[in-house]
């Protein structure tokens, strides 16, 4: 305890403050053997003046010695102060560390969420590279594994842009970066002289660098790359507290630019396996005008379980090969068995004039498989004999294609069958259809006639309906058709569900009349 009158003059001292202010014996001014800080307290306190009763006044803080301390003042009645010198220092050491732990703990969480928030390869290099720059270091750079001869690679300044580069240095150079590109533990920094750091890890106007921290990016499985940090000389080198707290960064950073590289792998094969499911663009084969439309049940898909091929013959004469068929089931698991009918189809290819042994194979292919779908479907064999078209229609349980009459009718094809790769024997019957210049064949999935919409929201779009529809598009090209179809089923819908929709038209092309060149003789036709 310190006790000191209204004039700042000592008044009395205890025997512990002694070895703290020993300069501080009664008689002696405040000012002259107190820290300023107490000081300036006690001249706010000594101005109140005396108190019938003694006060307690506002706890102060403050440094004596390189010590923490409180100073807890009461006031006396003659005016004079007491105060009571607590040392807070391992109270203060405390709360600073835990004050440094919620920045860091505060920080952690914000880069783990700004990191997960971009599946993007490029931008979590970007994020890593300025994050680190703002809040580790004094720049940052961040390696990727090598692409080939190259290792990419992004460096921020601190307040700086990331920039991207690549990186064909010597890594032996550098102590700890080829084993931290391999996901070794990092070597401590101590271990790594400034001075030798390659021109290629210094940032354009940094300057001399101080310290260095490299310490790899763990990702899922295999490392994610490697984290370099660097400090200029005229700040303080990493301590090992920093280098821990950087590794903690790094592996957040490392988890992210895993998930981003691995997402980016299955988006590229997916999109592979994704071009080989989508359907074909149609186009005039052998003289016969094919064309088609498809359009998933959710918009954010591309594929589904509806489907259709064109196979142009191998052989001069022979018809081509439609099949459009209905996969049970939608997205992705439809997709797949979708895929599996299109291949099987295609080695059925020599087999392709007889519509009942294709179909009866696949069958016993799926039946096979593990797959516990099935599938509806039509076959059509189209060849162009003159200015006519010859169709063999063959149903497998499939909505039974419709002819578009040069009149405006719209007739059904005769042929029925029963669904594939559901019972052991299947039956189909075969159509036979002669289509005359301008004349049409329609085939579709249910999706189209099962559509609901409407006016009340609830009524299906009907196979009266299509049949109205399609009488209208006499004398239509393929491609017409094929629109003027989707787009009634879209307006039916509106914004509602529904199932996977595909629409594939066969057209017997138009045939213009060319006069002779001595304008007498009869001309040729030609599509």
Request: proline share 7%; aromatic share 4%.
């Amino acid at each position: 305890m310190l006790v000191a009158d209204a004039q700042g003059v000592v008044v009395r001292r205890s025997d512990a403050v002694g070895p703290l202010l020993p300069a501080a014996a009664p008689g002696t001014s405040l000012v002259d053997v107190a820290p300023a800080w107490l000081c300036a307290a006690h001249s706010r306190l000594a101005s109140v003046g005396p108190h019938a009763v003694p006060q307690t006044g506002p706890t102060v803080r403050g440094d004596i010695d390189g010590r923490h301390f409180e100073a807890h003042p009461t006031v006396r009645g003659d005016g004079s102060v007491a105060w009571w010198l607590v040392d807070d220092t391992a109270h203060q050491l405390v709360r600073e560390a835990l004050r440094r732990e919620r920045e860091r703990s505060a920080f952690l969480a914000k880069a783990s969420s700004v990191l997960l928030a971009s599946l993007n390869l490029g931008r979590c290099m970007d994020v890593t590279a300025r994050m680190a720059a703002e809040n580790l270091a004094d720049a940052a750079l961040v390696i990727a594994p090598a692409r080939g001869q190259r290792l990419p690679m992004v460096t921020c300044v601190r307040g700086g842009v990331p920039a991207t580069t690549t990186m064909t240095g010597d890594l032996d150079g550098v102590p700890g970066l080829a084993e931290a590109l391999r996901g070794f533990p990092p070597v401590p920094s101590r271990w790594i002289d400034p001075a030798t750091a390659p021109e290629w890890m210094t940032p354009e106007g940094f300057g001399p660098v101080g310290s260095i921290v490299i310490t790899p990016l763990p990702g899922h499985g295999i490392p994610a790359g490697a984290l370099i940090l660097l400090r200029a000389t005229e700040t303080a080198a990493f301590s090992d507290e920093e280098e821990v707290f950087a590794r903690l960064f790094a592996a957040r950073a490392g988890a992210a630019m895993s998930a981003a590289r691995l997402y980016a792998e299955q988006s590229t094969i997916s999109d592979m396996l994704m071009r080989e499911l989508l359907p074909p663009v149609l186009h005039q084969i052998s003289g016969v005008d094919f064309a088609g439309g498809y359009r998933p049940s959710a918009d954010h898909e591309r594929i589904g379980g509806d489907f259709y091929d064109v196979h142009p013959a191998t052989v001069e004469g022979e018809g081509s090969l439609v099949s459009l068929g209905d996969v049970c089931g939608k997205g992705l698991e439809a997709a797949v068995l979708t895929g599996k009918i299109r291949n099987t189809l295609h080695a059925l290819l020599p087999l392709a004039d007889d519509h009942q042994r294709m179909l009866s194979l696949l069958n016993t292919a799926l039946l096979s498989s593990h797959h516990t779908r099935f599938a509806t479907m039509v076959l059509a064999s189209a060849v162009r004999r003159g200015s006519a078209v010859d169709l063999k229609l063959t149903s497998g349980g499939h909505p039974t294609p419709l002819i578009i009459r040069a009149g405006g009718t719209v007739e059904e094809a005769d042929t029925h069958g029963t669904l594939i790769g559901a019972i052991p024997n299947v039956s189909s019957s075969t159509a036979a259809v002669s289509l005359a210049p301008g004349e049409s064949c329609v085939l579709y999935t249910d999706g189209i006639t099962e559509a609901k919409g409407g006016p009340m929201g609830d009524d299906l779009f009907g196979d009266e309906r299509l049949k109205r529809a399609l009488a209208g598009c006499a004398g239509m090209p393929a491609e017409g058709i094929v629109e003027h179809v989707q787009m009634l089923a879209a307006q039916w819908l509106g914004n509602r569900p529904h199932d996977d929709m595909a629409v594939v038209v066969i057209s017997a092309p138009r045939t213009h009349h060319l006069s002779a060149v001595n304008g007498h003789t009869r001309g040729r036709f030609t599509a």
